[in-house]
């Protein structure tokens, strides 16, 4: 019986160790989000990808398209100045998913990020 929960035990060790390698790493530092839209006079949002990878547990949460294995591509390509067909145009996408999760996390007494202009928009 002992040998069985050791084995059990090294498994799982070995299963979370292979997840651990496997998984994307977030880039180190703060990530820029410089304005998006010509009329967009508010300053660049300054961000940790680390902090929001370890608060987010699936990469998918932001990153909607990805598939899981190929790189990881901006907001932008599909997200343009403009709105285009069914999509919001970049600022109104990071608008509905940053600021929204925000507001979602607080309301769930979890922690979260700022949801005021200037608290994202620092000059």
């Given at each position: 019986m002992k040998k069985l929960i050791a084995l059990v035990v090294v498994a799982a060790f070995l299963s979370v160790g292979v997840v651990a390698f496997a998984a994307p790493t977030a880039p180190a530092g703060e990530l820029i989000v410089t304005p998006?839209?010509?009329?967009?006079?508010?300053?660049?949002?300054?961000?940790?990808?680390e902090k929001?990878?370890?608060?987010?547990p699936d990469c998918?949460?932001?990153?909607?398209?990805?598939?899981?294995?190929?790189?990881?591509?901006?907001?932008?390509?599909?997200?343009?100045?403009?709105?285009?067909?069914?999509?919001p145009n970049i600022k109104n996408a990071m608008h509905n998913s940053c600021k929204k999760c925000h507001k979602d996390?607080?309301?769930?007494g979890k922690p979260a990020g700022p949801t005021s202009c200037k608290k994202c928009h620092k000059k």
């Open positions: 998006m839209m010509k009329s967009d006079k508010k300053a660049p949002v300054k961000f940790s990808h929001h990878a370890v608060g987010v998918k949460t932001c990153h909607h398209t990805w598939d899981g294995k190929s790189a990881m591509e901006k907001c932008s390509k599909c997200h343009t100045g403009r709105k285009s067909g069914d999509k996390r607080k309301a769930a």
